[in-house]
């Protein structure tokens, strides 16, 4: 039996079998009582041989104590386990405990046995509890019907077939640009805008594309109040969307290309994530901004109840969530914190890989960065647009000593013991863009995550 008082109980068959798998209990609070019972029988005396003895029972009851806390054995799919076993030539199987188990220190000829590879499965099923599935009857056809022949259309998919929603999608080696919407996305929008707050948001989303030819869609959301579910079909009415280039994942106005301005470097997008680990001075634990899902935090599905994780959501970016000011207003109801989409000097960002563009980098250093080419801007490239080569990695590496002065000043407990330089200023180590690739395949914990609200790249699945 293994207990976490913070979570749950688990339940082993076989303790000590790594490959079983345990039923487990969930916390409960409770207000009841211990009881101590105890069953006292006395025989009467036997009045007749034909009559039987009748015992009298009596029951004593004391009070041990008060329950707090308790714990719920709810799920019965407790039968899951993975054997460590072989069929060997004649069908027999056999035990690979021995072999595959390191109960000690091995030697080099423990591990360089030729051996089957035995990798318990992380998740043995997706639910704890028994489901019932209620299908469908068989449907009963009249004598002398055929099926018709298989064809696409009578087939059933693996998923979902995704909502058209008519965006026009350009990659970086597209010779044009579009310069009007599908005439499926004007019917749908005006299918949709029905009411003076649809048409509100329309004058107010094309007023942005005339100040700024591009926009993501966060920048979007936090400029203007639209239901997320109507964004999605505005926004193919007014600009296509660039998959590939320094511009992805962004929204351009129909008609404008990027690739022939050269002012339109400010546009530009930066994939910015935060750095941690030992050679910055903080591991991810000690990270204020915590992400926004990960592999490693994933709880596995075998409990009844998930304890829930208290991390930065979209609801948190909302403007007016967690007052007691009452109902916000409809004219600011969906809008972001300006925080989604820009950066300044002094505050964290609210998650840990954000995407920014070149113009919402609010820093005086970090405009200098971009704008040093100003003038000389020759050619654009699919990896670095109008600026120079490695501009990007120059403007994470300063955003990465910005941020890391940050954390030092809120929690300086964690640089006590860092390294400092001559003049005693602690120095950030700068990584080339190279290395900042292999730091991000190593860390999982900045792997972005489907779905996730300021993962701009998933932006597409909406509109497949």
């Known amino acids: 039996i293994y207990a976490d008082p913070a979570k749950r109980l688990e339940l082993y068959f076989r303790p000590k079998d790594p490959y079983c798998h345990p039923v487990c209990a969930n916390r409960f609070p409770t207000s009841t009582m211990l009881l101590k019972v105890r069953r006292r029988t006395k025989k009467k005396k036997q009045l007749d041989a034909e009559e039987q003895i009748q015992p009298e029972v009596q029951f004593e009851m004391e009070i041990l104590g008060i329950v707090t806390t308790v714990y719920k054995f709810q799920g019965r799919m407790s039968d ?20 595959v188990l390191m109960l000690k220190p091995e030697k080099e000829e423990f591990f360089n046995r030729e051996l089957p590879l035995y990798i318990p499965p992380p998740i043995f099923s997706r639910l704890d509890t028994p489901v ?35 965006a026009i ?15 499926a996305a ?95 001075g903080y591991a991810p634990n000690d990270m204020p901004v915590k992400a926004k899902r990960s592999t490693y935090n994933y709880s596995l599905p075998i409990t009844v109840k998930k304890p829930v994780s208290h991390i930065v959501s979209v609801h948190d970016l909302k403007q007016g969530l967690g007052t007691s000011g009452g109902k916000k207003p409809a004219s ?19 998650y840990r890989q954000m995407f920014y563009q070149l113009c919402d980098l609010n820093v005086e250093s970090l405009q200098k960065i971009i704008h040093r080419n100003d003038g000389t801007e020759s050619e654009c ?19 990465s000593l910005m941020i890391k002065q940050i954390i030092r000043s809120t929690r300086p407990a964690l640089f006590s013991s860092a390294t400092s330089s001559e003049d005693g200023k602690e120095q950030l180590a700068y ?33 497949v």
């Open 80 to 99: 899951f386990q993975y054997l460590a076993m072989h069929s060997g030539p004649d069908g027999k199987p056999t035990s690979m405990y021995d072999k």
């Open 132 to 166: 019932d599935y209620f299908y469908r009857p068989d449907i009963q056809h009249r004598e002398g019907y055929n099926n018709p022949p298989v064809s696409g259309e009578n087939l059933i998919g693996l998923s979902r077939a995704r909502r058209p929603h008519n």
């Open 169 to 183: 999608f350009v990659n970086f080696d597209d010779e044009e640009v579009p310069t009007k919407p599908l005439d």
């Open 186 to 280: 004007v019917q749908t929008w005006k299918k949709v805008c029905t009411n003076p707050v649809d048409k509100k948001a329309e004058e107010e989303l094309r007023k942005l594309f005339e100040v700024r030819p591009v926009w993501s869609r966060n920048a979007v959301k936090a400029n203007i109040s639209i239901h997320p579910d109507k964004l999605k079909l505005l926004l193919p009415f007014l600009a296509y969307y660039m998959l590939t280039g320094p511009w992805r994942s962004l929204w351009v106005r129909f008609g404008y290309d990027p690739r022939k301005h050269p002012e339109a470097k400010i546009y530009q997008v930066l994939d910015f994530r935060i750095r941690c680990g030992m050679k910055y």
């Open 332 to 350: 600011s109801r969906y809008k972001l914190k300006e925080s989604i989409y820009i950066f300044r000097e002094g505050a964290l960002p609210p």
């Open 381 to 399: 490239t699919e990896r670095d647009g109008w600026c120079l080569p490695k501009t990007s990695d120059d403007l994470r590496d300063t955003m």
């Open 431 to 463: 990584e080339s863009g190279e290395d900042e690739d292999d730091e991000e395949e190593e860390e999982e914990d900045f792997k972005p995550s489907d779905g996730s609200e300021n993962e701009m790249e998933t932006e597409i699945l909406d509109y």
